[in-house]
């Protein structure tokens, strides 16, 4: 059985004690300011919100616990011939804060496979959605449908200290992050394999299962891995993250917090920003008419589509200023497993192009790549050409993290999500203007 719970009981113990210091002490201390471009400008960059399983650096990207995302690749344990790491070792790491032993991933892939099984009606919620659906809609009300199992909700029900909400809260993050593959993969074989289903092997990890699953050979299992991980976490503002931390401010458990994430990851802004870049550049491929675009063919299409007012897909960010590590860590893969591939030098020929035009045009605060650049044309190589199913696995991999921060959100015992808002007369009176129609 993994010691997880009982290294992190340990780590909360010790942890409270800073987050009610910093509450009773310094409850009053001026963090930072907010302007009237932060209240219309969706709340952009003010410091309003604490989590210790990320932090988004807008020129290094992310950090997990401290790691960057090269250092997370190189400490994790892998298996034997694994090129990536476990994602459960990543699981242990953002819980924790401490690198696990490969005994301790072990255990907890142990404890996933004792987990995975998925109950019967949610098969049937998946099955009674028209063939059609967006595959995200399925996703989101296969987890929110499972919401009857939460241990939590039951616990709170009968009358639970919140010191000890965290501990349901883990054992529901547990069962339902084993259960997530199984569900995605049932999701992608009804969609778009008749219903042929592969049946998941207990005795593989996370990503070997997604991918045996999946029906992909090696190396598929590493994509997954990798795939998984990198999307995990981007500190705690982001839409997915946010939502999560938000719908789990009011005690919601983690089936309907999860599920709500999946619905804003789903956005063309956000997740879905990734089948997008596919969408848009097989666009470009049917009217090339399978010849390679010249580079000047490929900056006026880029000007083509800002002309028609619409954004480069996979281009920007609203926190990070430099090119997303994220997409770095996927190229090196492509430039080693296929540089061959012609999406990939699609791909490559964009990062060459698109910086130059985003900044000439002058709007984008960031022309850089972000993940989503790169993440479908891995995916559409080893043979998952539907790309509507692409955010489903975003999806997967963000649970990840969010289940982390909401275990400790109810650790930290952190209250009922409530900022103040204000009326647009009221913002022309604090600034000392009429409204326009009376000037
Ligand atoms: N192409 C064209 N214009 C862009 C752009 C892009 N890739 N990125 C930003 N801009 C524009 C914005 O639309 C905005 O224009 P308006 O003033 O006319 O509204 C202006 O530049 C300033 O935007 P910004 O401050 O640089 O960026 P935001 O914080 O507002 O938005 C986005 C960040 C990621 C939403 C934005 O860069 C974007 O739309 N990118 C394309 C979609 C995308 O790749 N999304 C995935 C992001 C990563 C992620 O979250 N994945 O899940």
Redesign the pocket.
């Known amino acids: 059985m993994s010691n997880l719970k009982e290294v992190l009981r340990e780590k909360i113990n010790q942890h409270r004690p800073r987050t009610e210091r910093l509450n009773d002490e310094f409850g009053d201390f001026v963090v930072d300011k907010v302007t009237i471009g932060q209240i219309l400008?969706?709340m952009?960059g003010i410091k309003c919100l604490v989590t210790d399983i990320s932090y988004l650096d807008p020129n290094e990207g992310i950090r997990y616990r401290g790691y960057t995302l090269p250092e997370v690749f190189e400490k994790l344990p892998r298996g034997k011939g694994a090129e990536m790491p476990y994602v459960e070792g990543l699981f242990y790491l953002l819980l924790t804060g401490d690198l696990p032993t490969l005994n301790q991933v072990e255990d907890l892939i142990d404890e996933f496979s004792k987990r995975r099984i998925v109950p019967r009606y949610v098969y049937e919620v998946i099955d009674a959605w028209p063939c059609c659906s967006n595959p995200m809609s399925i996703f989101s009300s296969a987890i929110l449908a499972m919401s009857r199992e939460s241990f939590m909700a039951k616990k709170y029900k009968a009358g639970i200290n919140k010191m000890d909400l965290w501990e349901p809260m883990y054992e529901d993050s547990l069962n339902m992050l084993a259960k997530l593959p199984e569900i995605a993969t049932y999701i992608y074989a009804k969609l778009y394999r008749d219903g042929k289903r592969i049946v998941g092997n207990p005795d593989l990890d996370v990503g070997a299962n997604f991918a045996h699953m999946m029906g992909k050979a090696k190396p598929y299992d590493d994509v997954a891995r990798m795939h998984f991980i990198i999307h995990a976490d981007?500190e705690s503002g982001?839409?997915?993250a946010h939502t999560a931390h938000l719908v789990a401010s009011s005690l919601s458990d983690i089936y309907l917090s999860t599920s709500a994430m999946i619905n804003g990851?789903a956005g063309?802004?956000?997740?879905l920003?990734?089948q997008?870049?596919l969408r848009w550049l097989q666009d470009l491929m049917d009217k090339m008419g399978g010849e390679t675009p010249t580079e000047n063919e490929m900056k006026q299409y880029v000007w083509d589509t800002?002309h028609s007012g619409?954004?480069?897909?996979?281009?920007?960010?609203?926190?990070l200023r430099k090119t997303?590590p994220r997409y770095t860590i996927q190229r090196e893969f492509s430039l080693k497993h296929i540089p061959e591939d012609p999406i990939f030098k699609y791909v490559d020929l964009l990062y060459k192009v698109?910086p130059p035009i985003?900044k000439e045009?002058g709007?984008?605060?960031?022309p850089w790549p972000?993940?989503?650049?790169q993440s479908g044309v891995i995916q559409w190589h080893y043979g998952l050409t539907e790309y509507d199913f692409y955010t489903v696995l975003?999806g997967i991999g963000r649970a990840i993290g969010i289940t982390a921060n909401l275990i400790w959100d109810r650790a930290l015992l952190y209250p009922l999500e409530r900022p103040k808002s204000l009326t647009t007369d009221m913002l022309e009176k604090i600034v000392g203007v009429k409204p326009k129609a009376e000037e």
């Open positions: 400008g969706g952009r981007h982001n839409v997915s990851l063309p802004l956000h997740g920003a990734n997008e870049v800002l619409q954004v480069i897909p996979g281009f920007g960010h609203a926190v997303d698109v985003l045009q709007k984008a605060k960031n972000n993940v989503d650049a975003f």
